[in-house]
């Protein structure tokens, strides 16, 4: 029994700040005003008025959609925390022309909110260089959000 607790407490030890901290991530609708064409997962959005918000409290999943035609898509995040703390903001990884969403913050909660990086946009860092025949990491790209419903 007493061996059973021990192994049991530093599991919960674990578990529970990963939890509070996968939760923590995005606090309200976020906003923004993409100047470009993206990628979320596979999808394909146009430059335009986005807004992003949790699917529920508790969930992992959130959902971007489009202020103009309503074109939509979920995608699962880890929360991670926000060491800069600059504000709502959407961060992109971009790879040549090609820009997919990496990141969202609320700039409130002090978390945000990080996408596992999808089948294209790793094919896309998979592509070398011309000139220097060497892979080349993604250029991070911010756009200011705003929060509000």
Do not use: C
Not at 66 to 77: L, P
């Amino acid at each position: 029994m007493k061996k059973l607790l021990l192994s049991v407490v530093p599991t919960l030890a674990l578990i529970i700040p990963i939890s509070i901290i996968g939760f923590a991530g995005l606090n309200g609708r976020v906003r923004a005003n993409i100047p470009f064409d993206f990628m979320v997962g596979n999808k394909e959005f146009k430059a335009g008025s986005y807004s992003v918000d949790r699917l529920s409290n508790y969930s992992g999943t959130l959902i971007i959609r489009n202020a103009d035609n309503g074109k939509a898509a979920n995608f699962n995040v880890n929360g991670i925390i926000d060491k800069r703390e600059d504000g709502a903001r959407l961060v992109f990884h971009r790879y040549g022309n090609q820009y997919f969403l990496a990141q969202i913050f609320d700039g409130v909660s002090g978390g945000g909110s990080e996408l596992m990086r999808s089948k294209a946009e790793r094919e896309a860092a998979k592509k070398r260089d011309v000139i220097t025949h060497n892979i080349v990491g993604p250029v991070m790209e911010t756009v200011v959000a705003e929060i509000g419903h």
